[in-house]
T-cell receptor, first 113, second 113 residues
Framework: GESVGLHLPTLSVQEGDNSIINCAYSNSASDYFIWYKQESGKGPQFIIDIRSNMDKRQGQRVTVLLNKTVKHLSLQIAATQPGDSAVYFCAEKSGTSYGKLTFGQGTILTVHP | EAQVTQNPRYLITVTGKKLTVTCSQNMNHEYMSWYRQDPGLGLRQIYYSMNVEVTDKGDVPEGYKVSRKEKRNFPLILESPSPNQTSLYFC????????????FGSGTRLTVV
């Protein structure tokens, strides 16, 4: 599919390593955050979410960390696999309008076998 | 299968010729939204709807119209398309409230010549 990642940050890891993808968000009023994965030619796919009253949430092989003091979000992927290769986006919502979901710029993750 | 369906997948049109991209969801979601995705600019929200007959502008609404006459459908209308509207478009839906992320369709690749 056509690239959506012109000049995006990139992260290259070896299969089996742990990956950490970072995101800085801008709105201090945001109270809900989501990580999405987008594979080539597909729409964004929900991975994990976290509310602002939490600082950590774990899923299967993924962990999201939230630091509201510095407005920073991270996604940790354990034992990264080639199928994890994709563009990863963080997104934020605020109580002013829960229909409005704002995306970060994205990070390209490449996993080498 | 729970999904967001948008049509067409690919569309080439000429400047000024009105077009509609359809979007339908079968999950009884209250919220629906349209995004465009451009290289280097990420996903930007065009319009969103928090229920039938309730729509609001996103970050890049100029040149677009939407309507929400039924809960399941949320068409995107380009009254007079221009080449700068050449992009990859995604429709999405979610449950209402803070703790829900959008589920995305597969995308519509629009080219305006």
């Amino acid at each position: 599919g056509e690239s959506v990642g012109l000049h995006l940050p990139t992260l290259s890891v070896q299969e089996g390593d742990n990956s950490i993808i970072n995101c800085a968000y801008s709105n201090s009023a945001s109270d809900y955050f989501i990580w999405y994965k987008q594979e080539s030619g597909k729409g964004p796919q929900f991975i994990i979410d976290i509310r602002s009253n939490m600082d950590k949430r774990q899923g299967q092989r993924v962990t999201v960390l939230l630091n509201k003091t510095v407005k920073h979000l991270s996604l940790q992927i354990a034992a990264t696999q080639p199928g994890d290769s994709a563009v990863y986006f963080c997104a934020e919502k605020s109580g002013t309008s829960y229909g409005k979901l704002t995306f970060g710029q994205g990070t390209i993750l490449t996993v080498h076998p | 299968e729970a999904q967001v369906t948008q049509n067409p997948r690919y569309l080439i049109t000429v400047t000024g010729k009105k077009l509609t991209v359809t979007c339908s969801q079968n999950m009884n979601h209250e919220y629906m939204s349209w995004y465009r995705q451009d290289p280097g600019l990420g996903l930007r929200q065009i319009y969103y709807s928090m229920n039938v007959e309730v729509t609001d502008k996103g970050d890049v609404p100029e040149g677009y119209k939407v309507s929400r006459k039924e809960k399941r459908n949320f068409p995107l209308i380009l009254e007079s398309p221009s080449p700068n509207q050449t992009s990859l478009y995604f429709c999405a839906s979610s449950k209402q409230g803070a703790g829900s992320g959008y589920t995305f369709g597969s995308g519509t690749r629009l080219t305006v010549v």
